[in-house]
């Protein structure tokens, strides 16, 4: 097993994968890391974050800055995707190849970015795994403020999912 493997697993199991998304942040993508996102569901079928609503998020009028619930739709998605490709142990490249999104309210609150298409994610994975070409998939997000909204969505997303084996040199 190794070293990485082994520390992530002496981690409490409650803060293993926000965690591991907030070094990926720090390392890879320093914004992420800066607007502290959490996870608040990883399985199967389906990947929550959770991004506080404080002031590195906000805009000018006191909404979510529209490029932060960019940032949270890239890592529902992003997360729920690199979860299965770490689990099938191959070496593959994960991209967005595109980005849609609608805004319907203003969020106002801590916002919840939901992917509920993980068996699809699972299932694209293998694919990719077993091929030497490069697969596509839209991943829908859902980003809601349960506190100010309920289950009511403040925008939805439409990433386009990116993957292929990487090649061995």
Same mark, same amino acid.
């Given at each position: 097993?190794?070293?990485? %493997?082994?520390?992530?697993? *002496?981690?409490?199991? %409650?803060?293993?994968?926000?965690?591991?998304?907030?070094?990926?942040?720090?390392?890879?993508?320093?914004?992420?890391?800066?607007?502290?996102?959490?996870?608040?569901?990883?399985?199967?079928?389906?990947?929550?974050?959770?991004?506080?609503?404080?002031?590195?998020?906000?805009?000018?009028?006191?909404? *979510?800055?529209?490029?932060?619930? !960019?940032?949270?739709?890239?890592?529902?998605?992003?997360?729920?995707?690199?979860? *299965?490709?770490?689990?099938?142990?191959?070496?593959?490249?994960?991209?967005? /190849?595109?980005?849609?999104?609608?805004?319907? %309210?203003?969020?106002?609150?801590?916002?919840?970015?939901?992917? /509920?298409?993980? !068996?699809?994610?699972?299932?694209?994975?293998?694919?990719?795994?077993?091929?030497?070409?490069?697969?596509? *998939?839209?991943?829908?997000?859902?980003?809601?403020?349960?506190?100010?909204?309920?289950?009511?969505?403040?925008?939805?997303?439409?990433?386009?999912?990116?993957?292929?084996? %990487?090649?061995?040199?």
């Amino acid at each position: 097993m190794s070293t990485a %493997k082994k520390i992530y697993n *002496m981690l409490p199991e %409650k803060y293993r994968d926000t965690i591991l998304l907030r070094s990926f942040g720090l390392f890879k993508v320093p914004l992420l890391f800066w607007l502290r996102p959490s996870v608040i569901e990883l399985s199967a079928d389906n990947c929550v974050i959770k991004i506080p609503f404080k002031r590195r998020s906000k805009n000018h009028l006191g909404s *979510m800055y529209f490029g932060v619930l !960019a940032c949270g739709a890239d890592c529902a998605g992003g997360l729920a995707a690199m979860k *299965m490709i770490i689990d099938s142990g191959a070496p593959v490249s994960l991209a967005f /190849k595109d980005f849609n999104a609608q805004f319907l %309210k203003r969020a106002e609150a801590d916002v919840y970015f939901s992917c /509920k298409q993980g !068996a699809e994610i699972k299932a694209l994975v293998e694919k990719v795994v077993n091929s030497d070409e490069r697969h596509n *998939m839209s991943v829908i997000i859902t980003a809601t403020c349960p506190d100010k909204f309920g289950d009511e969505p403040v925008a939805t997303f439409s990433l386009t999912l990116s993957l292929k084996r %990487k090649s061995r040199h």
